[in-house]
């Protein structure tokens, strides 16, 4: 059974700085990892896709990268700025078709950026 | 374009009262769709899915119910309420491939007193 563990579950940082956080899965038969930013009360808001025979993706500030055989993947925020506080939540879709393109995801990181 | 609707955007339902969550996909044919439910200090998970009228698949076994009355909509039932029914519920939508990326709505606030 794929789990999806993300940490830290909480960041706080001072604007300006450049943050990682971090995204561990136990089953390495995955067909993509997907990142996702969640503002509270609010839907989600995909960031970068990543499939499974790409190491990274790349999106303005953003930096996704996956090591599937270790199980991890990171996401990178450069130069972090107070919009950017909200949930990062970290999601992997299995490899098999019946299983209806099942996103499973992890309990996310939620990050404040102080000005 | 495609847009995604959901509503009510926030509910506040009695134990043992019926629900009923709507959700509308726009400027798209033939979307798979999904649901969703975050429950407090859980993550993310698949409720149902369809890939046509009529055409349902359920995830977690539980009181709800889930139809697709048309093609760009998707309904989330339930007869009876449960507190542990209260949480965030999401639909989303994609194309082609149930593997291809999804696209999430706003999101409806279910508080089951």
């Known amino acids: 059974k794929q789990e999806v563990t993300q940490i830290p579950a909480a960041l706080s940082v001072p604007e300006g700085e450049n943050l990682v956080l971090n995204c561990s899965f136990t089953d390495s038969a995955i067909y993509n990892l997907q990142w996702f930013r969640q503002d509270p009360g609010k839907g989600l808001t995909s960031l970068l896709l990543i499939q499974s025979s790409q190491r990274e993706q790349t999106s303005g500030r953003l930096n996704a990268s996956l090591d599937k055989s270790s199980g991890r993947s990171t996401l990178y925020i450069a130069a972090s700025q107070p919009g950017d506080s909200a949930t990062y939540l970290c999601a992997v879709r299995g490899l098999f078709y019946n299983q209806g393109g099942k996103l499973i995801f992890g309990q996310g990181t939620e990050l404040s950026v102080k000005p | 374009s495609q847009t995604i609707h959901q509503w009510p955007a926030t509910l506040v339902q009695p134990v043992g009262s019926p629900l009923s969550l709507e959700c509308t996909v726009e400027g798209t044919s033939n979307p798979n769709l999904y649901w969703y439910r975050q429950a407090a200090g859980r993550g993310l998970q698949l409720l149902f899915y369809?890939?046509?009228?009529?055409?349902i698949s359920s995830e977690v076994p539980q009181n709800l119910s889930a139809s697709r009355p048309q093609d760009r909509q998707f309904i989330l039932s339930s007869k009876k309420l449960l507190l542990s029914d209260s949480g965030f519920y999401l639909c989303?939508?994609?194309?082609?491939?149930?593997?291809?990326?999804?696209?999430f709505g706003p999101g409806t606030r279910l508080t089951v007193t």
């Open positions: 989303a939508w994609s194309v082609g491939s149930l593997m291809d990326q999804q696209y």
């Open positions: 369809s890939v046509g009228i009529g055409q």
